[in-house]
């Protein structure tokens, strides 16, 4: 260990009990921010003495040495002090991975319930099962993106704002923990596959597909958990090859405007290997997510053809 990294440790073991060198140039400690106590937990804390950041596993964040000891109170007199006469560690990297090896633990900084959703009626176990959390230090609910096979390859943001271009893919975000992610694109994935997926390979079942993330996880909380989000009204040519080798039925249900009417019908055209209906939106209903549940559950009994949701649009655009 250099003299430089010996210091930075040094401004830890003052308030991290238990502070011992773990894997590599790791070191894990009992976390101070939530009040860990030595001898009644597992230590949750790491610090990293190559890349000069510390890291919470039980969602106290993450960050650097000033960053730690803001969170656990100091004053800014104290905090620039420190900052000065402690040099960042000179082998400071960021860890590069490919897209599908982000670490779980990753998720820890986020494992907050988002309110805005519990106040929208939605359950504590409905955010659990899918890991929606909250990214406190920005104010945007988190929805983490899995492959087919369940690995975590991408998180994304939702601002605090209605306005287009709301949802942050997370980069630059994740490098405040150490870690460089490739750019993820949504469209080479589908929200939730890996959890229906699993579901299919016992369960003979349709596939539904709404746009969002808020759209599925309704569907989720109304008991219909066969449901996958294209993040988007589009669908890619990955997607495609994702659904087409998933199932053999796909129930369309996108938002009720000129965007999603249009996107069900390429979709319907794109799809030639799987039959297509539609969960047709009613006057009044936007996005799945305004049905009552009740209301949801009987619409998706009754799907109808393309060709029939294609004459109700067009009926309800002459009137």
């Given at each position: 260990m250099?003299r430089?990294e010996?210091n930075f440790?040094?401004n ?12 590599g140039?790791n070191?894990?400690g009992?976390?101070p921010?939530h009040?860990e106590v030595?001898?009644k937990s597992?230590p949750s ?9 510390w890291?919470?596993f039980?969602?106290c964040?993450g960050g650097?040495?000033?960053?730690f000891?803001t ?5 800014k007199?104290?905090i ?6 402690t040099?960042?560690p ?7 991975v490919e ?5 779980e633990r990753?998720l ?9 959703l519990l106040?929208?009626?939605f359950s504590?176990?409905?955010l ?12 945007r609910v988190?929805?983490?993106v899995r ?5 975590l390859v ?11 271009g709301?949802y942050?893919?997370?980069?630059t975000?994740l490098e405040e923990y150490?870690?460089r ?10 929200w939730?596959i890996?959890k229906?997926a699993?579901?299919?390979?016992t369960q003979?079942?349709p596939?539904f597909v709404?746009?969002?993330f808020?759209?599925a ?8 958990t ?5 993040m988007g ?5 990955a ?6 080798g998933?199932t053999?039925?796909?129930i369309?249900c996108?938002?009720?405007d000129?965007a ?11 799809l030639q290997a799987?039959?297509v209906?539609?969960v047709?939106?009613?006057e009044?209903i936007?996005q799945p ?7 949801l559950?009987?619409?998706?009994r009754?799907p109808?053809s393309i ?13």
């Open positions: 250099t430089s010996r440790l040094a830890f073991e003052k308030y991290v009990p238990g502070l011992r060198q773990g894997s140039d070191y894990m009992f976390c921010i009040g030595q001898g597992k804390l790491s610090v990293n003495v190559e890349t000069g950041l890291f919470c039980a969602g964040g650097n040495l000033r960053s000891l969170k656990v109170g100091e004053s007199a104290v620039d002090r420190v900052a000065k006469h040099p960042v000179k082998r400071r990297r960021i860890v590069e897209a599908d090896e982000i670490p990753l820890g900084v986020f494992d907050w319930c988002p309110q805005q106040d929208a009626g504590q176990k409905v659990y099962d899918n890991d929606v959390g909250f990214d406190k230090k920005l104010s988190t929805y983490p492959n087919r096979f369940g690995k991408g998180i994304v943001g939702k601002q605090p704002t209605s306005e287009f709301k942050k893919v997370y980069t975000e150490g870690i992610v490739p750019t993820f694109s949504k469209g080479d994935h589908l939730r890996d229906v699993k579901e299919l390979e003979r079942k596939v709404v746009e969002g808020k759209a996880l309704w569907f989720c909380q109304a008991g219909i066969n449901v996958v989000a294209l009204s589009y669908m890619t040519d997607q495609k090859t994702l659904i087409e998933m053999s039925q796909v369309l996108l938002d009720n000129d999603g009417h249009a996107g069900s019908l390429k979709i319907s055209q794109k799987v039959r209906y539609v047709p939106l009613p009044g936007h997510d305004d049905f009552a549940l009740e209301e559950q009987d619409f998706c009754t109808v060709s029939e949701a294609k004459r109700q649009w067009l009926r309800r655009q002459s009137q």
